[in-house]
């Protein structure tokens, strides 16, 4: 498994400090917590670096399916400028959260996945790198918790997928979401099977053996020492 971390766990270390911790590790990845404070920074140190970079766009009041056009406008705009960023480092792909849903009604919720789906199509039109959806935990606010929904932003808009093993352990649907079409990486990380924890992986109820149907992953914890831990246990599978 082609393997990585991310800067969650060394939230605004230097990026040389990142880097180094990569390569001493032995991790092939890094995938850049890409909020606001973070995406402003001067990355360019991440450009030639040696590693696979990706970047997960920011997620803190974000909402790219919102009703309120206002909201869903400047949430679509910096996921644009994250794919701009991007492009100036080298990385490989931004991870997009699909949105929420204030009242999870079902007309709601269908007029939020159409919003979602515009405005991932937004975001691909306007950037150059990959643009991949994420699948999200069981709470009721969340689209594309859902084998079925997840798939529908991706046949509608071509996108990519992160499956996030925790986020699907929730649900009770992930075998089915290792099993879609041009997943671009996976982020690692276990649970309860009720609470969306990311704990160490082995320290929760997920079927470690699924890890095995994974090719390329981000283990995204918000502990550097949890990290080394999962990244052993995935070594002793």
Known sequence: MKLGFTTLAVFMHPNSEIINLAKTHGFEIIEILGEQMIIDQDNSEFKDCGLDIRIHAATVDINIASLNEGIRKESVRQMIHAGQVAE??????????PGIIGRNEPHLREMAMELSIESYGEIIDNTN?????????????????????????????????????????????????????????????????????????????????????????????????????????????
Do not use: W
Request: with cysteine; aromatic share 2%.
């Open 129 to 237: 790198v990959e643009v991949s959806a994420e699948n999200m935990p069981v709470r009721g606010k969340f689209l594309g918790n859902t084998v079925e929904e997840i798939e529908r932003i991706q046949e509608a808009t071509g996108c990519s997928l992160t499956i996030d093993t925790g986020h699907g352990n929730t649900c009770g649907n992930l075998e089915e979401m290792l099993s879609l079409k041009n997943i671009s990486y996976c982020h690692l990380n276990d649970n309860d099977g009720v609470k969306d924890q990311h704990i160490t992986l082995g320290e929760g109820t997920m079927d470690l053996n699924l890890l095995k149907k994974i090719d390329t992953a981000i283990i995204e914890l918000n502990n550097f020492d949890n990290i080394l831990k999962s990244k052993e246990v995935i070594e002793n599978l």
């Open 88 to 97: 100036e480092i080298g990385a490989k792909t931004i991870t997009v959260h």
